[in-house]
């Protein structure tokens, strides 16, 4: 384990199980599982939202059928608010499989977008992280559609969010920009409970955006996007605060998804508990290497190993992690990152 600047964090503690399966338990139509430190509760009658999350007996987000952390097509002024039952409410069709220890959710098509989700949810034994995959199906006949996958977790008032930022960047829509503790290389936003309703996008440089509640540590990794393809009024990193929570939110590109064809996202998630000696104040050059550490460790263990892509057939290309098309001797759909790929 290697230390940066001068603090270390335990990454990849299960490496040595690699093999050993995650096991989902049902009670009440409520699945819940618990691998590597972190225990998952998921509702499959609330969209397949992730009501619980936690990491050595801490709650990393807000936990509640009300919270919690969701999926949404972006942009937002597209189906303005509230959002489509479809993404909220509506009852998704559970399954597992066993011999990954992977839950699936598929929801229904909604009627507007058109658009169906499918959530895969699993344990990375590897990197010790949780890790998220959505497939957005468009299930129309008649034509593209065109959005960017979204995630959103809501987690506590009084937490830091920060994240390194690739430009300058900033887009203000109808919510005045929620103002940054610090604007340098990294975006730093420190919650004190004043701010309601307002909401920052800015454009993430390496992939990542982090939580820091107390000495709890929350990193979100996502394949870059260039700001050429963010969905509009969008950005791939924001952060909103209202009422008792603050949402940790990250973007994909802005992608058309032709008739029957599905678009592929992967997110990861990453917890650690910083040691007292950390300094945990914004701009902390302690958070930005912990913070790399967890990102980093997730990346690695994201990158395909031999024998372990897949490829798909079909008459259309895939996508790179910034919505560019691939050469035809490139078509590999490699783990983490994203790709268009025919409907089964």
């Known amino acids: 384990m290697k230390a940066l600047s001068g603090l270390a964090v335990m990454v990849g503690a299960f490496a040595g199980s690699a093999m050993a399966v995650p096991q989902w338990m049902s009670?009440?139509?409520?699945?819940?599982?618990?691998?590597?430190?972190?225990?998952?509760?998921?509702?499959?009658?609330?969209?397949?939202?992730?009501?619980?999350?936690?990491?050595?007996?801490l709650d990393v987000?807000?936990?509640?059928?009300?919270?919690?952390?969701f999926f949404w097509p972006a942009p937002q002024y597209i189906w303005d608010w509230p959002p489509p039952e479809s993404y909220t409410n509506s009852t998704y069709?559970?399954?597992?499989?066993?011999?990954?220890?992977?839950?699936?959710?598929?929801?229904?098509?909604?009627?507007?977008?058109?658009?169906?989700?499918?959530?895969?949810f699993s344990f990375d034994s590897v990197a010790n992280s949780f890790v998220l995959t959505y497939t957005t199906t468009n299930t129309a006949t008649d034509s593209a559609r065109h959005f960017a996958p979204w995630e959103i977790s809501?987690?506590?008032?009084?937490?830091?969010?920060?994240?390194?930022?690739?430009t300058k960047f900033k887009f203000v829509g109808p919510k005045t920009?929620?103002?940054?503790?610090?604007?340098?290389?990294?975006?730093?936003y420190k919650d004190d409970s004043t701010q309601n309703g307002q909401k920052f996008f800015?454009?993430?440089?390496?992939?990542?955006?982090?939580?820091?509640?107390?000495?709890?540590?929350?990193?979100?990794?996502?394949?870059?996007?260039?700001?050429?393809?963010?969905?509009?009024?969008?950005?791939?990193i924001e952060g909103?605060?209202?009422?008792?929570?603050?949402?940790?939110?990250?973007?994909?590109?802005?992608?058309a998804i032709q008739p029957g064809d599905s678009?592929?996202?992967?997110?990861?998630?990453?917890?650690?508990?910083?040691p007292k000696t950390a300094n945990l104040q914004v701009g902390s050059a302690d958070l930005k290497s912990a913070a790399r550490q967890l990102a980093k460790s997730a990346t690695a263990s994201a990158k395909p190993r031999a024998g372990k892509a897949r490829a798909f057939s079909g008459t259309r290309p895939l996508v790179d992690a910034r919505g560019r098309l691939l050469p035809k001797s490139d078509r590999l759909l490699k783990s983490g990152d994203l790709g268009v790929l025919p409907l089964r």
């Open 263 to 274: 678009l592929v996202w992967t997110v990861r998630w990453s917890c650690a508990i910083l």
């Open 177 to 188: 920009d929620l103002p940054l503790a610090l604007d340098d290389s990294l975006g730093w």
């Open 61 to 69: 987000i807000q936990p509640g059928a009300d919270q919690g952390a």
């Open 27 to 57: 009670m009440g139509g409520i699945w819940e599982s618990s691998f590597g430190g972190y225990m998952v509760t998921v509702d499959p009658a609330k969209a397949g939202k992730i009501t619980k999350f936690r990491y050595k007996g």
């Open 93 to 120: 069709n559970a399954s597992l499989e066993a011999s990954t220890g992977t839950m699936v959710l598929v929801g229904p098509p909604d009627p507007t977008t058109k658009l169906r989700v499918t959530k895969r």
């Open 202 to 236: 800015r454009d993430g440089g390496e992939g990542w955006l982090a939580q820091l509640k107390d000495s709890l540590l929350f990193v979100k990794t996502i394949p870059d996007v260039d700001s050429t393809r963010f969905a509009p009024r969008e950005s791939d």
């Open 154 to 166: 809501r987690g506590f008032r009084n937490s830091l969010l920060f994240f390194p930022k690739a």
């Open 240 to 255: 909103y605060a209202e009422g008792n929570f603050i949402e940790n939110e990250v973007l994909g590109p802005w992608t």
